[in-house]
């Protein structure tokens, strides 16, 4: 799931060589596709998850870069799993160093417990991992989107999040807010028909 940090370079965003009014007419012609906010790739380039990963990143304050991890939601879009999320999920390890955003940054912030496995790099962006996002989304996700994006999950065989795998990571997950919530939509999501993807 590691993407080349190459990939990303493809992300085309306002800057010395185009001003955003600039890059939303190229995306009129046909030349650029928006990707999220200020971030467009060219037309002729696939969206992959490093694509996906950096555009969000060009939209996290400088200092939260590579401090905070894109978690909940926002990482499942990344995977490829979630609708384009309004507002950019950051979770930042619990190490006692605190942090605030800046008015209207578009994002919200939370410290968490990590454990060894929970943060991977992607085009050298840290997101949580495929399991740990499971396991956040089936947790804290509006019900309804939770068991959609859940869904998507288990059908990407690369991400190697099946269900019962998912259950299992949240049973042993220790002083967790809501775990019997996420545990009860797990158990109702194996003993029926997964529900179709959410749209992108």
Same mark, same amino acid.
């Given at each position: 799931?590691?993407?080349?940090?190459?990939? =990303?370079?493809?992300?085309?965003?306002?800057?010395?060589?185009?001003?955003?009014?600039?890059?939303?007419?190229?995306?009129?012609?046909?030349?650029?596709?928006?990707?999220?906010?200020?971030?467009?790739?060219?037309?002729?380039?696939?969206?992959?998850?490093?694509?996906?990963?950096?555009?969000?990143?060009?939209?996290?304050?400088? =200092?939260?870069?590579?401090?905070? =991890?894109?978690?909940?939601?926002?990482?499942?879009?990344?995977?490829?799993? =979630?609708?384009?999320?309004?507002?950019?999920?950051?979770?930042?390890?619990?190490?006692?160093?605190?942090?605030?955003?800046?008015?209207?940054?578009?994002?919200?912030?939370?410290?968490?417990?990590?454990?060894?496995?929970?943060?991977?790099?992607?085009?050298?962006?840290?997101?949580?991992?495929?399991?740990?996002?499971?396991?956040?989304?089936?947790?804290?996700?509006?019900?309804?989107?939770?068991?959609?994006?859940?869904?998507?999950?288990?059908?990407?065989?690369?991400?190697?999040?099946?269900?019962?795998?998912?259950?299992?990571?949240?049973?042993?997950?220790?002083?967790?807010?809501?775990?019997?919530?996420?545990?009860?939509?797990?158990?109702?999501?194996?003993?029926?028909?997964?529900?179709?993807?959410?749209?992108?």
């Amino acid at each position: 799931m590691n993407d080349s940090p190459s990939a =990303a370079a493809a992300l085309v965003v306002p800057g010395t060589a185009f001003v955003l009014a600039e890059l939303h007419a190229m995306k009129l012609d046909g030349v650029l596709v928006q990707v999220i906010g200020e971030a467009f790739r060219p037309a002729g380039i696939d969206e992959t998850p490093a694509l996906r990963a950096a555009a969000l990143q060009h939209h996290i304050p400088a =200092a939260l870069t590579q401090r905070a =991890a894109l978690g909940q939601l926002s990482a499942a879009w990344v995977y490829g799993c =979630a609708p384009l999320p309004q507002v950019i999920a950051l979770l930042l390890g619990n190490d006692g160093n605190s942090a605030s955003l800046p008015p209207f940054s578009g994002c919200t912030v939370r410290q968490v417990y990590f454990e060894r496995f929970d943060v991977q790099g992607i085009g050298g962006v840290p997101v949580t991992s495929p399991l740990r996002t499971a396991l956040d989304v089936a947790r804290s996700a509006p019900e309804p989107l939770a068991r959609a994006v859940l869904a998507a999950m288990v059908r990407q065989p690369s991400l190697h999040c099946p269900l019962g795998r998912i259950r299992q990571a949240l049973r042993a997950a220790a002083h967790v807010p809501g775990k019997l919530r996420g545990q009860a939509l797990l158990q109702s999501m194996m003993d029926g028909p997964l529900p179709h993807s959410p749209p992108h």
